[in-house]
């Protein structure tokens, strides 16, 4: 299967993860068995496409199916993965739940999953053989793009894993069987799903009217109509604690926020672990000198405020509306936010293609990709298993006294998991982004109560 390399795959740092994505696994398991047992239809949003599977899909299986929408990859290209997992679904829960694994079991559940099928919908605006050329792996061709459907904007593909036989022959004859009939039956179904133009993550909130009442850091009653009111933009910002590249960007978003006083402009955070986590939400203002209003969280939030993951930031004008898709992640430049800004007191529309996923890692000069684990005190964290991955493969390191993992690869865009914490402290399923070129992540781990 041929993978985007501008931006690294989402599922197959997932898959190739033991524990970090087990709440995720659990969560899109029972919301897909839930929507599928309706009558077997998936709608994909974030790639355009309303699939019909087969009935034994949904309750049916040996193995464990999952879709794993990833949305918008580069600004023509928006893509949905498929994968097989070839182990009983109790047996694969256990695995991903146990504190410790050994490593013939970390292989076992390596080998059982597979991305079998990647489904893209690429603006009909681009040329498809510029595109491959330029952000596709090297062998790629033509010929791999299966054209399945067509609409006013958007032409979709399926491509299919080469290492099919591979997968096929390390697996049990069980699930190998399993396997190569849901596999030719998803495939059938592709091929008779109705298409829809992508829509980004977000996408469905704007225009829509939101309202709040929550605290602020001093406990102070706050509405948020008060706030828009007082704004043609507010930037809501939302955080949490642990998150490194959240903090990391605090500096950049207090002088944007000065940058814009008087203009009708104004940055607001909310932290959304600030309840469980208040004396870090009180440290990290102080240290960051944040002097623009930060709130807590509230009842209902996350439906409010969507977040794939942190930051998330969203843009509301002064009657409540929500004006662009969100900002996933954190800029490196605040000209990231003030463009987007800009645009929305000129009048200008923003566009989903306006806004895409910015990377939550800083470049280096090191010559290698980086990744500090440290503590709420900002503390080194020693012994910290780490998994840094390609879309094809990953590598393992473990942090040093100084809390540095050290990961000597060729340039890419790469995810990151803590696989395993040290006794003592908390683990994470956060997943985090490395630029395309050298750099250094950040990962905060709290200690354990």
């Given at each position: 299967?041929m993978k985007v390399k501008k931006i690294t795959s989402v599922l197959m740092a997932c898959m190739l993860a033991l524990s970090p994505c087990t709440a995720a696994f659990a969560e899109e398991n029972e919301a897909a068995e839930a929507a599928e047992?309706?009558?077997?239809?998936?709608?994909?949003?974030?790639?355009?496409?309303?699939?019909?599977?087969?009935?034994?899909?949904?309750?049916?299986?040996?193995?464990?199916?999952?879709?794993?929408?990833?949305?918008?990859?580069?600004?023509?290209?928006?893509?949905?993965?498929?994968?097989?997992?070839?182990?009983?679904?109790?047996?694969?829960?256990?695995?991903?739940?146990?504190?410790?694994?050994?490593?013939?079991?970390?292989?076992?559940?390596?080998?059982?999953?597979?991305?079998?099928?990647?489904?893209?919908?690429?603006?009909?605006?681009?040329?498809?053989?510029?595109?491959?050329?330029?952000?596709?792996?090297?062998?790629?061709?033509?010929?791999?793009?299966?054209?399945?459907?067509?609409?006013?904007?958007?032409?979709?593909?399926?491509?299919?894993?080469?290492?099919?036989?591979?997968?096929?022959?390390?697996?049990?004859?069980?699930?190998?069987?399993?396997?190569?009939?849901?596999?030719?039956?998803?495939?059938?179904?592709?091929?008779?799903?109705?298409?829809?133009?992508?829509?980004?993550?977000?996408?469905?909130?704007?225009?829509t009217t939101v309202s709040f009442e929550t605290t602020d850091a001093d406990g102070n009653t706050v509405k948020s109509e008060d706030i828009f009111a007082e704004n043609e933009v507010t930037m809501l910002n939302l955080w949490e604690t642990t998150c490194c590249a959240c903090v990391g960007e605090m500096p950049l978003?207090?002088?944007?926020?000065?940058?814009?006083?008087?203009?009708?402009?104004?940055?607001?955070?909310?932290?959304?672990?600030?309840?469980?986590?208040?004396?870090?939400?009180?440290?990290?203002?102080?240290?960051?000198?944040?002097?623009?209003?930060?709130?807590?969280?509230?009842?209902?939030?996350?439906?409010?405020?969507?977040?794939?993951?942190?930051?998330?930031?969203?843009?509301?004008?002064?009657?409540?509306?929500?004006?662009?898709?969100?900002?996933?992640?954190?800029?490196?430049?605040?000209?990231?936010?003030?463009?987007?800004?800009?645009?929305?007191?000129?009048?200008?529309?923003?566009?989903?293609?306006?806004?895409?996923?910015?990377?939550?890692?800083?470049?280096?000069?090191?010559?290698?990709?980086?990744?500090?684990?440290?503590?709420?005190?900002?503390?080194?964290?020693?012994?910290?298993?780490?998994?840094?991955?390609?879309?094809?493969?990953?590598?393992?390191?473990?942090?040093?006294?100084?809390?540095?993992?050290?990961?000597?690869?060729?340039?890419?865009?790469?995810?990151?998991?803590?696989?395993?914490?040290?006794?003592?402290?908390?683990?994470?399923?956060?997943?985090?982004?490395?630029?395309?070129?050298?750099?250094?992540?950040?990962?905060?781990?709290?200690?354990?109560?």
């Amino acid at each position: 299967m041929m993978k985007v390399k501008k931006i690294t795959s989402v599922l197959m740092a997932c898959m190739l993860a033991l524990s970090p994505c087990t709440a995720a696994f659990a969560e899109e398991n029972e919301a897909a068995e839930a929507a599928e047992s309706a009558g077997v239809e998936e709608k994909i949003e974030v790639v355009g496409l309303t699939l019909t599977k087969p009935e034994y899909f949904v309750s049916g299986l040996k193995g464990i199916l999952k879709t794993y929408p990833m949305g918008q990859k580069t600004e023509d290209i928006y893509a949905c993965d498929f994968y097989y997992i070839a182990m009983d679904k109790d047996e694969f829960n256990a695995k991903q739940e146990a504190s410790e694994l050994s490593e013939e079991d970390q292989e076992a559940v390596r080998n059982a999953i597979f991305p079998f099928i990647e489904v893209l919908a690429i603006d009909n605006k681009a040329d498809l053989a510029e595109l491959i050329e330029n952000d596709f792996s090297e062998d790629a061709t033509e010929d791999m793009f299966n054209e399945i459907g067509k609409t006013d904007n958007y032409t979709f593909y399926y491509l299919e894993a080469a290492t099919k036989d591979e997968f096929v022959s390390r697996i049990e004859p069980e699930f190998a069987e399993e396997f190569n009939k849901v596999y030719d039956d998803l495939i059938d179904a592709l091929k008779n799903a109705s298409f829809f133009d992508p829509m980004a993550f977000g996408s469905g909130m704007v225009g829509t009217t939101v309202s709040f009442e929550t605290t602020d850091a001093d406990g102070n009653t706050v509405k948020s109509e008060d706030i828009f009111a007082e704004n043609e933009v507010t930037m809501l910002n939302l955080w949490e604690t642990t998150c490194c590249a959240c903090v990391g960007e605090m500096p950049l978003l207090v002088e944007m926020n000065h940058s814009y006083a008087g203009k009708g402009v104004a940055v607001v955070g909310i932290c959304a672990d600030a309840d469980s986590n208040n004396e870090d939400f009180q440290q990290i203002l102080e240290e960051n000198g944040m002097d623009y209003l930060n709130l807590l969280p509230f009842e209902g939030m996350s439906d409010m405020f969507p977040v794939n993951g942190w930051p998330t930031s969203y843009f509301i004008g002064k009657d409540g509306t929500v004006l662009t898709v969100p900002v996933e992640g954190a800029p490196s430049d605040a000209s990231y936010y003030t463009n987007i800004i800009d645009k929305l007191l000129a009048g200008d529309a923003v566009t989903a293609a306006d806004i895409e996923p910015e990377s939550n890692s800083h470049p280096n000069d090191a010559g290698v990709y980086r990744v500090h684990v440290t503590n709420g005190d900002g503390d080194p964290v020693e012994g910290v298993y780490v998994q840094f991955c390609s879309d094809t493969s990953c590598m393992m390191g473990q942090t040093d006294a100084d809390g540095y993992a050290s990961f000597e690869t060729e340039e890419g865009v790469y995810t990151v998991h803590i696989l395993k914490a040290p006794e003592g402290y908390e683990g994470t399923s956060e997943e985090f982004k490395t630029e395309d070129t050298f750099s250094d992540i950040c990962v905060v781990l709290q200690k354990a109560a």
